[in-house]
Each structure stands twice: as C-alpha cells, then as structure tokens.
C-alpha cells in the first residue's frame, strides 16, 4: 500500500459508519449532502434578499414545501409486472446506499514521532484568495506550511475583492477558537500580528505552485534569515499531493476535516436546514456550478444567447486576474472543461434512475440565466428546494448584512418555479 495513504485496511469488519463516512468525505452521498448543506449557508452572503418577502410569503412555501410528497413507487405501481416492481425497488434502494468503503478506515491521527513546533521562528501571514472553497483548501494547505517552516500562524485574511464581493472576516465564516484550540498540538495560532512587529519589514511571496515540502523547507525557511514576517500574498499555491510527509498530508486532513468548522451561527443554520430536507426522506443537494463567475472563468456557453455570451466574454476580459482570456467554448467543452448544464444534470440524474419525485436541494448561487436555465431541470425534477424556500426571511436576516452586489439571489427565481408549476 502507498506509505501516505489516510485510509489503511480495517482490520475489524464492524467499523462505525460515521467515521467510514467521515473518512470517504465527498464519496458518500451522505456527506456530499451534509457538506453542501453546511457549506451553502456560509454563501448566503452572495445573495440579496427580496425586501417584499415577508411571513405571509413564507407561509406559502411552507405550505408548498408540505405538500412535496415522497411516492416513489407510485410510477413502479403504474407496471404491473410484479418482478420489475421489485427490481425496480431493489434499484432504489441501492440508489440512495452508502457506497462500499471496501474495508478503508481513515487514520489521520498523527504518528508517534511527530510533534508540534517547539520554537517558531517567526509569523506566517496569508491573504486567503478566491471562493469559499478555494479559501478553505487554501487554508489547510497553508497550515500545513506553517508547520513545515515552523511559523506562527496569523489568522487568515479572508478574499473580500472576489467575484462575491463578500465583507466575511474569518471569524464571521469559521469558528476560530476552535481552530486555534483544535491545532494547538500542530502550529502556534494568533489572532494578529503582535505589535511590534506591525511595522517590521515582511517577506511577500508568491508561493510556487504545487511545490513539494522540500521548497518550503528550503527556499522559505531561509527567509528567516532576513524577516520575521512571511506574508503569503495568496493561499492557492496548493502543496503538492506527491511525497508529502505522511504527518503532513495527515496534518492537513486535521484542518479539513475537524479545525475548520463553520461559525455556530451558520453550522446551527445549515443543521436547521439539513432537517427539514431530511424530514421527508433521502434527497440530493446538487452544487450546480452554472453560476455567472464560473461560466465567465471557464469560457463554456454551450447553449446561451449571444447576448450572454458577449456579457460573459466581457466578465473575462474585465477581470485582471483571470489570465487566459481567449477561449473557444466548443473546444473547451469537447475537452471536458465545463460544468453540466442544469438540463444535462437532470439528464443524468434521470439515467441514473432517481424517480422524478426526488427532492433536490440547489446548494448554489444565482444560476446564470435564471428559470429559463432551470427550466429543463425542473421539468425532470419538479421538488427543487433552496434555502429561501426551506428558510424564513426572519431565519435568514442574520446572514444578510454581507450581500455584495452580485446578489439578486434566486429567491425570485424559485418563486416564479413555484408559480408555474402551480
Ligand atoms: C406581505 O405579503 C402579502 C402577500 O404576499 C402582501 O399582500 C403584503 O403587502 C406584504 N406585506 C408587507 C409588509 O410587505
Ligand atoms: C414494465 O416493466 C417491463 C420490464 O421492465 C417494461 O418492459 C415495461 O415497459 C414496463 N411497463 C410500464 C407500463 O412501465
Ligand atoms: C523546525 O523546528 C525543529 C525543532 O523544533 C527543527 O528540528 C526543524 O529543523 C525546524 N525546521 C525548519 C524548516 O526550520
Ligand atoms: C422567468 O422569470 C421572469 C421574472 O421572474 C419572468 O418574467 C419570465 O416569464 C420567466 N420565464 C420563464 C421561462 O418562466
């Protein structure tokens, strides 16, 4: 077996299915649903809410989201061959099943000779760069390079120039505590720079891409020969995957997977909202990544209107530090490069035998192009759900005070589903 994998063979065949699924994060479909439910509430800071919404608007969707019913064998019934309903049950059964874990554990404790940094040689400062989901990534990895040149972490600056325009420090999105107290036994954790040394000359860097620890400890290290201070000018530089330390790469499974919780506020929110899909039965959250910064990065307009594909051309072009700029969406799509349309996901979920009942909750931004975009999804899968829709206005005000200006959220959207379906 490859000497860094996280997961080593099980021994005892009775594993407690939490930690299996803990340790298969976005292969069970029960943790992919869990994660995109905690994450999205953490994104509510992209939306902006409709001032005119109010109680009596949510009774309605209360009323809707009631009257979403989970016959999944009514279409079964409609064939009267008895062995097809059964196999058919059988199907969707499976369906909704854990997949195998094939006797893998996950072991990220650390090992018995690793330890903690005893004597930091100075402060590691890092701007987190991107989306939330870059941020986090990036954030493991940087704890991880602290540990690996023996840094003091400050608390991350969070990305507030992104396409979401977003104003959330660290403390707004994660719990930074618990982070701090959770690695203690790994990197020393400060909120901010001590004083004096506020003024005091900083190295920036740009760490190279996908470098390996050797760099780190090498290149960076020798920095401390000049600085007190590394500032770490973005946190995507990403370590690589290939020889890493084992308590490394173990390391940053620690920061992924336990010290980087989400804020009580939005964790207690996400719950909220994780049971009340849950309350009628399995369902599908569906990260549908059809949004407008992500169709103007990629290129892909396969299916828009000229119009929409001149406003993301334009987006490209406007935006410095996207680096490629001419694209040809065809071939970007002929290699695979692109998101699924809303339309090729209900496709797909469709082939994959998820009866048109199902409930979908959309754990994203404002789709691009809005229904009409949806409109294909939903008329395979009429229960798509979001947060508005499964949230009071009351319950959602607390997360409301970051809106940027790419909000316009999809409530509008959602509503004008409901009211063509109705
Ligand atoms: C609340 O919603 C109802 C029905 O949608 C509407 O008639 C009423 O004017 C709204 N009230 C406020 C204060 O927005
Ligand atoms: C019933 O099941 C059989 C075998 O799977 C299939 O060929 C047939 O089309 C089904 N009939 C209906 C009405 O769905
Ligand atoms: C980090 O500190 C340890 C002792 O605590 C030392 O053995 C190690 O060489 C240091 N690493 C770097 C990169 O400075
Ligand atoms: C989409 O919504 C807009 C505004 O909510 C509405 O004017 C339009 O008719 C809708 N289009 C479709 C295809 O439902």
Redesign the pocket.
Known sequence: MHRHALFRKKTRSSGIWLRLLWGFGYFGVTVATLLSVLLLPALLSKFKMQSEENHSFLHQKQVHFIQVTDDVHTQAKTNNSRRSLRSREKHLQNLWRHPPTRGFEPCVSPSKDYSGIENPRGYLLVHANGGLNQMRAGICDMVAVARLINATLVIPQLDKRSFWKDSSTFSDVFDEEYFIKSLEKDIPIVRKLPKELSTALKAHKNFRSWSSAAYYQEEITRLWDDYKVIHAAKSDSRLANNDLPSDIQKLRCRVHYDALRFAPSIEAFGRNLLERMRSKGPFIALHLRYEKDMLAFSGCSHGLSSMQMEELTRIRESTSHWRVKLIDPKEQRLKGLCPLTPKEVGIFLEALGYPSTTRIYIAAGEIYG???SM?ALQARFPNLLNKELLASPYELAPFRRKYGPCSRGPS??F???EN?KS
């Open positions: 809005g229904n009409y409109a509008s959207l509503r004008s589903l063509n």
